[in-house]
Structures are given as C-alpha cells and as structure tokens.
C-alpha cells in the first residue's frame, strides 16, 4: 500500500507539472521534475508538490505553481550580494525568503539557500541568539530575529546546521518571561534584556512556532547533554491573559488582543460599562496557532471558541478589525493556524455556508499578486498599506509565498 500511495502520488504530481511546463513556455524557465523531497527532521511545511486536495482542481493547482514560480524568480532576482534581502540588519528578512525557498522546487534554490544561509550564519551571536547588533534601522529585536532565522535554518534540513539551531533553542529557552507572576509571564517580548518586562502575541507565536518547528534537534543532543525546551504551562496561562472570554460580548469572545493590556484593534465599553480590548483577526489566528503548539486539546473551549470567532469573522478581503493593516501576515498566519488546526472549511456564519479556505486563499493571492512590466514574468505581493513594514515587497512575497505552500500542502507540524 505504501509503494502504491509513492506511486499515485509521483504519477499527479508529473501531471500537475507537464501541464504547469505548458503554462510557463515563453514567460519563464520551467522548473526541473524533481520527486518530492522529504520535510526537514521533526516536521515543518510539506512541499506543496506533495498533495492536491479535493477542493483545489488542476487547474487552480497549476496556475498556484505559476504563481509561486513568479514569486520565487522575483525574490531570487533581487538576494543581495552577501545573501541578503532588504534590510541587513534585520536578519528575519532574510529568514522569511530563505524559508520560502527552503520549501520549494525553485530551479536556482541551491544557490540562493546556500547564500541565505551563510548571510544568517554572519549573525549568530555567542550566546546561540542570531541577529544584528546596530543602532540604525532594524537593528536589535533579538528574540524576532533568532525564531524566525533558527526556523528558516532548519527547515533547510542541513544536518551540518544542527547544532546552530540547538544552541538558538537554548537562548529562546532563557529569553521567555517566567520571572514574577505577573499577566506578561510565559510570552515573549521583542527582547528579554531591554528592561521592557511586557510580552506581547506577536513575538510569542513566533518563538512557540520556532520551538515546536525545531524540537526534533533535542534527539541529536551529546549525551549528558540537557535538553532544553519552554515552559508550555506558562504558555498557556499567558494565552489566557490575551483571549478575551465572554465578558467582552458577543462581538469578541474568542478572539485575542495583542498583549493583556494592549490591542491593536482599540478597545470598546461592553454592556456592563467595562473597557475590553477588542479581538482582530491576526492575533486571534496567531493565538489559535499558539493554543495548538502548546498541547492544547483542539476540543478545548478556549480553542473552539478562537475558531468560532474566526468563523463569525470571516475575511479575505481584509484582516478583521484592522482592515488593510497586516493583511499578509493575516493571510500567512491564517493558512498556518487553520492547516494545524485540521480543518479544511470555515463554517461562515454570516452565509451559513462552509468555505475551502485552501482554495479561497489560493484564489485570493493569485488575485493580487503585482507582475512586473518588463516582460521578465517575474511577480511580487505589496501591501500599500505600511504598517508593520508590509510595503517591503520583500516582506510580504515571502509571507504569501509561504501561504501558498501550506494552502497547497500541509501545515507545520504540530504535536
């Protein structure tokens, strides 16, 4: 059974690719036939070549591969010389395109990998945290860059890279707030040793993502070696700081703010006169996520009623209750949090029909992606909108890149 499932599966995947080859001939290079290649050591996103789900049919499956293709030639056309992108003093630039590559059959990956790599390697720091040291633009963010750069090289699944990932794992270990039992413990904040004691969703879905992503590197730990991992307990509790409940009415129960005293979507008086932070769509996907990374029963209140808040705002057209404002990295969180989930529709309440979100999401961001003029048929993705550094081009491709392949495959493993 197992040999006939390889074979089923190797035999859609030349389909999808000689009539994706039949799409690109005079606008870019069709990508080498290639058998799919195995998930990094412990899991992280399948290569999207690996499944075609019922809901997305060849033809959206072919034009997705196009698509992606475009994205992937525009990012690799613009890697700077030291195997940068954007910004080199924020190293999670970098990681975010390293990853998008990681996951693909780019023609070119090997090089462009190789080069990202080395970039992120220039970063790390003696205590095992990976960013930049600089006062200028970017600079700093140490817990931001180190999960999203220990991520990226894992997913690699460079053997070599092992024991980087190892020691980045030791300092997001320490840099987790448990000191106190104050509403903060348990998250991350953008770095343990400014003195700021607030932690905040954001940067706590990004180390919970990065430490479970990369946990299969405590087996090749030496022996007598001390395996290191967080305090999940504390995760928890702290995920309850951030969700609101009932209290905050019908409107927002469910969903989660930014951090426990902060939400970036405002706050609003409920009907018994009381200030609550109001629930938006990022932060309620990335608290879903974050539910499921630590252990949480996916039958558990607090996680059916994240995903009855995500159902009864339900968006693609913006990123609910902040409108233009983080829309890709909605749409990038979204595809992560519902695909570890397990759920492949969205029960909408306002229609009272379920929606294929895969097949909604690859529609949606083939819909926007922005082709070049030059007749290079090279795409990219923009957010006009520029907060949270999403008219970086560089930023959002990667984000929606990522999207795409978890739309078309599997999600990140979750426990």
């Known amino acids: ?53 019922s809901e997305i049919d060849i033809s959206l499956w072919n034009e997705a591969l196009l698509v992606q293709q475009r994205g992937l030639t525009w990012l690799a056309n613009r890697q700077k010389p030291d195997g940068s992108w954007s910004m080199p003093n924020l190293p999670a630039l ?40 600089s006062d200028g633009p970017g600079g700093g963010l140490v817990n931001y860059n180190t999960a999203l750069c220990m991520t990226a090289l894992h997913m690699t699944g460079d053997p070599a890279l092992v024991p980087v990932v190892q020691k980045a794992r030791r ?18 904040g953008y770095d343990k040793a400014s003195g700021r004691l607030y932690t905040d969703l954001s940067d706590s879905v990004i180390a919970y993502e990065a ?34 409940t009932e209290k905050a009415g019908p409107g927002d129960a469910g969903g989660f703010a930014y951090r426990p005293d902060e939400s970036k979507a405002g706050t609003k008086t409920n009907e018994a006169g009381i200030v609550v932070l109001r629930s938006y769509g990022s932060m309620t996907y990335a608290g879903l ?5 630590a252990d949480v029963s996916r039958d558990d209140p607090r996680v059916t009623s994240a995903f009855d808040w995500a159902s009864r705002h339900w968006s693609l057209d913006e990123n609910p209750g902040m409108g233009p404002q983080g829309l890709y990295y909605f749409y990038n969180i979204m ?19 379920p929606v294929a979100w895969r097949a909604a999401m690859l529609r949606k961001l ?49 426990p």
């Not at 390293?98 to 780019?106: E, G, K, P, R, T």
């Not at 022996?223 to 951030?242: F, H, I, P, S």
């Not at 996520?289 to 990374?293: E, G, H, T, V």
């Not at 992560?336 to 029909?353: D, M, Q, Y």
């Open 1 to 53: 059974m197992k040999f006939e499932r390889e074979w089923i599966m190797k035999t859609v995947r030349l389909l999808a690719v000689a009539s994706f080859v039949s799409l690109v001939i005079g606008m870019l290079p069709a990508p080498a036939v290639q058998p799919p290649m195995p998930p990094p050591p412990d899991g992280g996103t399948l290569r999207s070549s690996q499944a075609i789900t």
């Open 335 to 353: 595809a992560k949090s519902l695909a570890t989930f397990g759920r492949e529709s969205i029960p909408v309440k306002e229609t009272g029909k």
């Open 94 to 133: 970098t990681a975010l395109p390293l990853w998008a590559f990681a996951v693909s059959d780019h023609p070119d990956k090997a090089r462009i990998v190789s080069n990202a790599v080395q970039f992120i390697l220039s970063n790390v720091q003696p205590d095992g945290s990976i960013y930049r040291k």
């Open 171 to 188: 300092f997001m270990a320490s840099a987790q707030h448990l000191e106190g039992d104050d509403v903060y413990k348990g998250g991350f």
């Open 366 to 414: 083939i819909s926007l992606q922005n082709v070049e003029k030059d007749g290079s048929g090279e795409g990219y993705w923009v957010n006009a909108n520029n907060r949270w550094l999403e008219n970086d081009p560089v930023l959002v491709t990667a984000y929606t890149l990522i999207a795409m392949d978890i739309a078309l495959g599997e999600a990140p493993k979750a």
């Open 211 to 244: 430490m479970r992503l990369t946990q299969g590197v405590e087996d090749l730990r030496p022996a007598g070696e001390k395996r290191v991992d967080l305090d999940w307990k504390a995760a928890t509790q702290y995920l309850g700081q951030v969700q609101n």
């Open 289 to 293: 996520l974050s539910l499921i990374y």
